[in-house]
């Protein structure tokens, strides 16, 4: 079964910065997406940025210039640079890990909280 352990998120001051790291485990295909998504008080989950096994990447248009993704794929993780926090970046950010053709997964979630 596949797992998504997260990392990195805490409170930090608007304009700091913060990196998110997950980490799959288990039966991870190499054709996949890994991304985050975060959900805020009482909104509904978003996506932030995810990022093909190929390379390809796509940001929500709020995080542009702010967030980078990335990926190591020989550990199967994913990480989240995000610069020039704001505090509508508050929320809990998601892994996520979609395998074609298998499904999606979840990580449990982190905390970022960003003080102004």
């Known amino acids: 079964q596949v797992q998504l352990a997260e990392s990195g998120g805490g409170l930090v001051q608007a304009g700091g910065s913060l990196r998110l790291s997950c980490a799959a485990s288990?039966?991870?295909?190499?054709?996949?997406?890994m991304g985050w998504y975060r959900q805020a008080p009482g909104k509904q989950r978003e996506m932030v940025a995810a990022?093909?096994?190929?390379?390809?990447?796509n940001y929500a248009d709020s995080v542009k210039g702010r967030f980078t993704i990335s990926r190591d794929n020989a550990k199967n993780t994913v990480y989240l640079e995000m610069n020039s926090l704001k505090p509508e970046d508050t929320a809990v950010y998601y892994c996520?890990?979609?395998?074609?053709?298998?499904?999606?997964?979840w990580g449990q979630g982190t905390q970022v909280t960003v003080s102004s």
């Open positions: 996520n890990l979609l395998i074609t053709g298998w499904g999606d997964y």
């Open positions: 990022m093909s096994s190929r390379g390809s990447t």
């Open positions: 288990g039966s991870i295909f190499s054709i996949n997406t």
